[in-house]
């Protein structure tokens, strides 16, 4: 069975700061997809940023990137000159890569609450 | 309307009530899911339909019983809850039967059992 960790329940930082969120995964797949999340005050999940672990480089959205270290199973969220609308928690999700319908689920992290200060 | 919507945003209902969640996607979606959110867990899968046929249930206790009739509508009926089911219900849809497609989720219904 697959696992996610996200080790930081609460981080906070000052507007315009860079921000990391860790994730690690447990897994004995070779072929997966990792994403990370966001979930405003407003409750919407909405997708941030989609990682194919057999792609070596590292996927950007904006001022979203990630770390993808697939030997540590890491799977960082890097938010660069971060901004009051990125105040939410954060996600970590995996799915396995297998083909047949059914078999491919999210599992979820506990998420990690960021908070931008002003 | 655009995404996924969910209705209605907040249900309060007693044990021996009977009512139903709806979920609805605009994106020409094939797949619809059912989570549960509750504080401090990971999101809980408690139901996947793929082309209206449902593939996967974990073991979701029967008084959840979902209903998809079309592929762009879902259902959870909801009878005889118990007060640790209150929680925030999140429907999502995805593309396509195969390959990993990303999940769009709606708003949520944040449901409490007294």
């Known amino acids: 069975a697959q696992t996610v960790t996200q080790s930081q329940p609460e981080m906070s930082v000052q507007e315009a700061e860079t921000v990391t969120l860790s994730c690690t995964y447990d897994t004995s797949e070779n072929n997966y997809y990792l994403f990370w999340y966001k979930q405003p005050p407003s409750r919407q999940m909405i997708l941030v940023i989609r990682?194919?672990?057999?792609?070596?480089q590292n996927a950007t959205e904006n001022r979203f990137s990630v770390n993808f270290q697939k030997a540590a199973k890491s799977f960082s969220l890097k938010i660069s000159d971060s901004q009051l609308g990125d105040t939410a928690m954060y996600f970590c999700?995996?799915?396995?890569?297998?083909?047949?319908?059914?078999?491919?689920?999210?599992?979820f992290g506990t998420g990690t609450r960021l908070t931008i200060i002003p | 309307e655009t995404g996924v919507t969910q209705t209605p945003r907040h249900l309060v209902m007693g044990m021996t009530n009977k009512k139903s969640l709806k979920c609805e996607q605009h994106?020409?979606?094939?797949?619809m899911y059912w989570y549960k959110q509750s504080a401090k867990k990971p999101l809980e899968l408690m139901f996947v339909y793929s082309l209206e046929e449902r593939v996967e249930n974990n073991s979701v206790p029967s008084r959840f019983s979902p209903e998809c009739p079309n592929s762009s509508h879902l259902f959870l009926h909801l009878h005889t809850l118990q007060p640790e089911d209150s929680a925030l219900y999140l429907c999502a849809s995805s593309q396509g039967q195969t390959i990993q497609e990303t999940q769009y989720f709606g708003p949520g219904t944040r449901l409490l059992v007294l």
């Open positions: 994106l020409g979606h094939n797949a």
């Open positions: 999700a995996f799915m396995t890569g297998r083909s047949n319908f059914g078999n491919e689920k999210l599992t």
């Open positions: 990682q194919e672990a057999y792609k070596q």
